[in-house]
């Protein structure tokens, strides 16, 4: 166990050397300080309030920020601009006291290492439509948290996500290609990363292929020895998101059972962006319950927060789930809450980057509730990323149901273009033989018909 002091020397190296992921490893040294401790040093009752804040115990967190003396405002105010339940009043109040004192919160770590500048530990995506309106008011601000040497690129990357959930991915693209190279340049980790990510999910919208390994390998290059060790966690869920639009369902179970986040044994706020990439494993391994509960334990703490794109994603996971388990009216329920808050956001991505199993529901949904302009370009959007990225979410086959050496010969002769007749030929059984063969196997692969069959064995990698 570390000391108070070691404890102390940690806490300074934040955020250069030392990390979240670093805290939340060492959180228990943190809960073992006594009243006496933080009394004698005050600077350790931020690590035990973000330890808190980490683990969701959200009013034990405001309860020990009363702990901390006047003198040390500079500090309190930095923890209360990383309170996941500040109101946007207080925030944007703490910012006009800042500015009065001539100095940067460049500590202030607003990512949460998450692969979004405008969705980190707030959810600033409310900022949206004053981005292009009130752009010297944003960057005024801007510099006041993080400096104001760079606060333009700042600005072209918040611009770039705006962009990116209007599907305007012209100009997202163009924007965000322009800050890689600066965010590399400046050695500004935790915005390079957010850069990347979205450069990848904007090929990913455009049809064009986005190689899991290849391209994570890039992220990684591109995010120094420092870097990754803060980062390393969602660069990997970020390479299982992407490897889910691949269809990698190996790379996806793998990471299920070596590297994704446990909502049982040790959950974790900082896990967030780790969650929702596991909800999306979750629907591929058809475990629908398990989306369910996770999205529930995390509802109450993005409902404290106000964290509305988190909200509206939760949801349409859950809609997913219930809709593909054959809960058509729950999933309706669901899908009603998610679309509510996205029209008023502008959320046009958020649903559309689902594909071909939000495609479904929407369409199944729309047979019950009113259409308008946002629902008809929301389905426009969402079918072309299903025809752009045919692979995402397909539950093709159980793990757990085997293929006969008869079945995988019989699906290399259906590709092949062979008839049912053909077929019984090849191995000396009647036709009726045949179809009860192919019947198990549009079984196993979820499939209706035998291009679909061919397909889903393909893309299991069973032929």
């Known amino acids: 166990m570390l000391t108070p002091e070691e404890l102390t020397e940690k806490l300074m190296l934040m955020p250069d050397s030392f990390y979240l992921v670093d805290l939340r490893n060492i959180r228990e040294d943190f809960y073992a300080l006594t009243e006496k401790d933080l009394e004698k040093n005050p600077i350790l009752i931020t690590g035990v309030y973000i330890c808190y804040v980490m683990d969701g115990r959200l009013s034990e967190a405001r309860k020990i920020l009363e702990l901390i003396p006047e003198e040390w405002k500079i500090i309190k105010k930095g923890c209360l601009l990383v309170n996941p339940e500040i109101r946007w009043k207080e925030f944007m109040g703490i910012l006009e006291e800042v500015k009065g004192w001539g100095r940067s919160l460049g500590w202030i770590i607003l990512t949460a290492s998450r692969p979004y500048l405008l969705n980190g530990v707030n959810d600033f995506t409310r900022l949206y439509p004053f981005l292009e309106r009130k752009k010297d008011e944003f960057m005024e601000y801007a510099g006041i948290l993080y400096g104001k040497d760079f606060v333009n690129v700042m600005h072209k990357l ?3 996500e705006y962009k990116y959930q209007q599907s305007d991915l012209l100009v997202a693209e163009v924007s965000v290609s322009q800050t890689v190279k600066e965010f590399d340049k400046r050695n500004e980790q935790r915005f390079l990363f957010v850069a990347l990510y979205l450069m ?5 919208t455009q049809g064009r292929t986005v ?6 390998k890039g992220i990684r290059s591109f995010i120094r020895k420092n870097g990754v060790a803060e980062f390393s966690y969602n660069i990997d869920a970020a390479e299982t998101l992407f490897a889910l639009y691949e269809g990698d369902y190996v790379h996806v179970r793998k990471w299920m059972e070596h590297d994704a986040p446990d909502e049982f044994s040790n959950f974790n706020m900082l896990d967030l962006y780790r969650y929702m990439v596991k909800m999306r494993c979750y629907i591929v391994m058809r475990k629908y319950p398990s989306v369910v509960a996770l999205a529930e334990k995390i509802r109450p703490l993005l409902e404290a927060g106000k964290r509305h794109m ?7 996971l859950i809609a997913m789930s219930l809709w593909s388990a054959g809960e058509k009216e729950l999933a309706f329920e669901a899908l009603d809450r998610a679309v509510k808050i996205a029209r008023r956001r502008k959320y046009y991505r958020l649903i559309a980057d689902e594909g071909e199993v939000m495609l479904s529901l929407l369409i199944d949904w729309l047979k019950v509730r009113k259409s308008d302009a946002f629902i008809m370009r929301v389905v426009e959007l969402t079918r072309s990323m299903a025809i752009a990225q045919p692979l995402y979410l397909k539950n093709l ?7 006969s050496q008869m079945e995988i010969d019989m699906l290399k002769l259906l590709e092949h273009g062979k008839t049912k007749e053909e077929i019984g030929e090849y191995f000396f059984i009647s036709v009726n033989t045949v179809k009860y063969h192919m019947k198990n196997i549009y079984s196993k692969l979820g499939a209706k018909s035998p291009n679909q069959a061919v397909w889903n064995a393909k893309v299991m990698g069973i032929i």
């Open 310 to 316: 988190d909200l509206c994603e939760i949801d349409l």
């Open 211 to 216: 190689k899991a390994v290849s391209y994570i």
């Open 158 to 160: 918040c611009v770039a």
């Open 397 to 403: 086959c159980k793990s757990d149901e085997a293929f």
């Open 200 to 204: 990848g999910k904007i090929l990913l």
